[in-house]
Structures are given as C-alpha cells and as structure tokens.
C-alpha cells in the first residue's frame, strides 16, 4: 500500500485522526530489520516487490504444492569466458561457481550448472551435457556474455526457457519472465529492458521485479547475488519462504495496528523522525536489509521504538516467524596458544584489547551488505557486575540519508552456549528483538586479528541472515604472514576473501566508548602490551 505523510491538522480529540487511515499510513513499517552485533551497511533504495509477487502469484502454480515443491529448481548460469567481476576483479565464473554453493543453503533443491560462453562453440564433450541442462531448466542467467557467436547460439536455442535474465551482456539478448519476452524500449537499469505499455496487470509486476533486481544486481555482492535468484523463483517458480515471511496479511494486519496500537501510531505520525521513517521505509524493497535498515538507522528515535515495539515486537501484528538460518554450520576453534578452548577464554577473546585500549575490536572487514559496512565500527566486551553476565556494545558510525555523520551504539545481553566458542546474542533495536547465534571461528594467538561468524532473526520483522566480521585492534588488515590461516577461516564460514567489504575507519574521532562503572574484563587471559599499543591509542 502507498504512504503518503497525511496533512495533519490540530486534533480536536486524541484521536480525531481516521484509525484506518492512520494505520494504512504506518503499516509500510512494518518491515523492520535486526540490530547489527557489528555496525551496517547503507546501500541504494529498492521498489517494493508487489503482494502478488512475494505470493506467486495466484493462478500461477498449476499443480499441488507439495508436488511443486519436491521438484529441483533448475538453473543454468551462463558467463563469458574470461570475463571479471567487480568482486574484487574475481572471475566472474568463480562468482557464479560460488553462488551454487549459497543457494544450497536455501534450499538444498536448488541446483545451479555454471558453463563459460566458449561451450556455445565449441567440440568439448560438455557441449551435450550443455544443451540438456538448458532443455529442463527453469531459469537462465547470462552474465557478461558480449561475444556475438555466442550470442546468436543463445537465441537459437533458449526459446524453451520461461526465465531468461541478462547482466552486463550484449544488447541484443533479451530478458523473459514468466513466459513473456522485455522489449527493449529505455534504459535506466541493468536490465536495459522496458515492458511494452500495452502489457496486462502481470507485466506491470514483473517490471516490479525486473527493478527490484536489476537494482539489487548493481550492488555487486554475493548476497545481493542470490537475491536476484530468489526473487525470480519466488515470482514466477515457486514460493521462497525467506520471502514470502514478508507479506502484509492486509485486513488483519491493520485491525490489529487499530486495535492495539493506535496512540503509537499517531504519536509516530506526528512526529518528523518517525514520519520520515515511514516515508523512507515504503520506498524499500520488505526484503532489502540494506534499504529498510538505512532508513531505521537515519530516523531512530524513541517515538519509532515505540511504535515498532508495539505493532511487531509486542503484537506482531504482521505475523511473521523468521528462523535463524541453520546453514553453513560453522565449527568454532578448539584450541588458544597451544590450549583447549575453554567458556572463560572464549570469552576473554571477545574482550580481547579492552583495557590496554578503549575497545575490544576495531571491524577490519566484514560479509553481509547490510551490517557489515558501516564506517568506523568499535567492538566492547565486557563482563557485567552481575555473575555469569556478559554484554557486548557496538559503536558505529552511520551517514544519514540527510547527509549527516551521526554515531549509534547497541547493547546485546551474551549467554554462553554448550559448545565454548559459541554464543546466543540478544538485542532489541528499534524496538523489535534481534536473536543472533555467534561463533568465534579464530583468533590469532598474539591477539592481532580475529573472525567472528554469526547467524540470527529479528523473528517478528520477518528477517533472518548470516555474516562474518573480520577484526583486529587497529582495524587494518592482517599482515600476509597471516593471510592462508585468515582464508581457511574464512573458507570454515564457507565465505571468499573476495566477499568481505572494507570497512572505512579514516575519520572517527571521538567515538562514543566507556563501558559500565564496576565491569570486569579478562578472566584467563593476559592481555600484554605490544609495541605498536602506544600508537594504537592514539588512531
């Protein structure tokens, strides 16, 4: 549904304002995201997906549910030979090779064959397995393909594919959605690709979709990746459920916002923050963490914590149930300078610097796109004065959609899990609750870099992600004597160096730190001075 900042005039009673209305106006809100352990990332405003896309659709599934779903759902993924990503200049051939992997994690029955566009010519025996896969798939994706013989292969022989999606190719490969060809019109996204306006309601969605993933595409990162897969199997194969968890149940979504939270709702309406808030929110894709999570870190305020805590947090008017994903599994380390890793050294390693510095970690890098970017990130673990308690605080920097550098800072209650080296981390952010499982996959015996993998939901937003931050005391990348025990870290998160994002840590002065009066620190471990401390200090 629209939103519009209604023109408010001076009620003559507390609630002079139409409920209804009021609670259509907020109910874009209700796509809130988790708090970030470690600090987020800003990234380029998405279209929403349309409520008949993120449903399939009805009439769209022709056969039973179950039986749709136990079939695969094939994918063929075509790129050109020799062509480079702007991941890091990693091949685009790797990129795709690595996706294959990320969208096991989904779902094991999506399966996805990666060829190079040299097949189309060639006598290589994989020339008969190529157009078999082609033949039964449902979707086929054609990357940085600009070679014209390969071009003019792909023309002949893809007219049995429902679902033809092209990035960074040549003009003359055309887009097809559901059955129907994009012509070319306009540009103006990655599609290059525009709907003819004589189109039905269906092409209206599906141009939708076109730029909820063109523009996802532009953001070049493994994640965003996937997504545009996803999006394409949930419009148009069958539903993704990480997706379809981000429908508004219409009708009784808005009861309950009337019902139960109508003084928030008008609070947040009259305020300029949490109006902006709205206004910002309804402009994102329900599935873009980096749009919708941009928004909330801008316009935070008290009002907007109210009003998110009581439509999703307390009544979860929206209905949603987010897991916390369950793949990768990511095994902890075992042992610390020669030693079995025990709860109290685990811990210990998460407060790491903190008293020989000001903060435990400075984030070096990070995977998801969403919270793993922002600028000048501080990590503070500290045992509470409560037994048994333990806290972590991220500081962080975000620059508003104003423009405005501003500082914001969390504060997570960390329970020990079975296994030492792993943790359940709980927030509430905005007013809605993020679960997060953490597990510390290294940390240099010397303390000068460590690899902190999570996995969490903010349940009630509909959410769920996966992620790794990369740390260090200084915040700069570990030197290359580390550098293969740093990627088979990595690898264990089944994450690519090419994956992680700088994060920016040139201008951060006066961060916000100081942990509790009457904090303990170390249990086990001593942490000693090192040369470059002095010089530390003074970043």
Known sequence: MALEAPLLHKPTTRFSLNHRRVAASAAAFLRLHRAPH???????TTRRIPTTILAAKAGAVTEPVTQLESKPVRIVALVGKGSVSPLKGTPWEDVMLHTVKRLKWVDERYEMVVFTDDICQSNDQNVVSFPM?????????IVAVTNQESVKWIQANSGNIQNIICFDSSPNLQNKLGGSYIHSEAKGDIFGKMFDTAESKKSSESMEVVQTVSQAWERHNSDDIRFCLLVIINGYIRPVPILQNLRSKGLSTLSCMVKNCGPQILNCLLDPNCRKALQCLNECSPVDQVCNYRCIASYESPVLEAFSLCVLQKHNCLGLDAKIPDKPYVPPMVKFQGKDLCHETAED?????????????????????AYDQFPCQYQLFYRGKAKGSFWYEPVFQVKTLEGKMVWRRRKYRVKRNKVPGTFQFSVLDN?????????????????????????????VAGQSYTGAVLVSPDGAYPNDVHRSRLVSALENCGIKEWELFTVNNSSCANPPLGIPEGSRLHSVIEVKDQKSLSDLAEV
């Open 431 to 459: 007013g809605v609750v993020s679960n997060e499982s953490w597990t510390i996959v290294d940390v240099a015996d010397d303390l000068s870099w460590g690899l902190f993998y999570y996995r969490g939901a903010a349940r």
């Open 349 to 369: 390693l998460f407060v790491g610097w903190l008293g020989s510095l000001d903060w435990s970690w400075r984030v070096v890098a990070g995977q998801n796109p």
């Open 38 to 44: 470690s600090p987020f990332s800003v990234g380029k």
């Open 133 to 141: 896969e082609l033949q039964r798939a449902d979707i086929l994706v």
